[in-house]
């Protein structure tokens, strides 16, 4: 079974930061994308970033020039550092990897962007 387990959200002020976390454990021997998604409220979940297990990252383009995404392949986990937050990042931060052709994701993370 693989379970992955996100930490990091909370309140912070436009213009902070935040980063995030999020831990995959079970049986696995190599997870090929790492991944992060979000669903603000009434809106539908959409790309924040991946990385592939050879680093190639891929950004929505909302997020572009503020977030980084990385990951530690040898504690799969993977990370999710957000700078000049908005109000508008508020949103679930959903952890996605893909192992074995199928998608794993997590419960999600609140990220509150208000003053």
């Known amino acids: 079974q693989v379970q992955l387990v996100e930490s990091g959200g909370g309140l912070v002020q436009p213009g902070g930061s935040l980063r995030l976390s999020c831990a995959a454990s079970?049986?696995?021997?190599?997870?090929?994308?790492m991944g992060w998604f979000r669903q603000a409220p009434g809106k539908e979940r959409e790309l924040v970033a991946t990385?592939?297990?050879?680093?190639?990252?891929n950004y929505g383009d909302s997020v572009k020039g503020r977030f980084t995404i990385s990951r530690d392949n040898a504690k799969n986990t993977v990370y999710l550092q957000m700078n000049s937050l908005k109000p508008e990042d508020t949103a679930v931060y959903y952890c996605?990897?893909?192992?074995?052709?199928?998608?794993?994701w997590g419960k999600g993370t609140l990220v509150t962007v208000s003053s």
């Open positions: 996605n990897i893909v192992l074995y052709g199928m998608n794993f």
């Open positions: 079970g049986s696995m021997f190599s997870i090929n994308v």
């Open positions: 990385i592939t297990s050879g680093r190639s990252t």
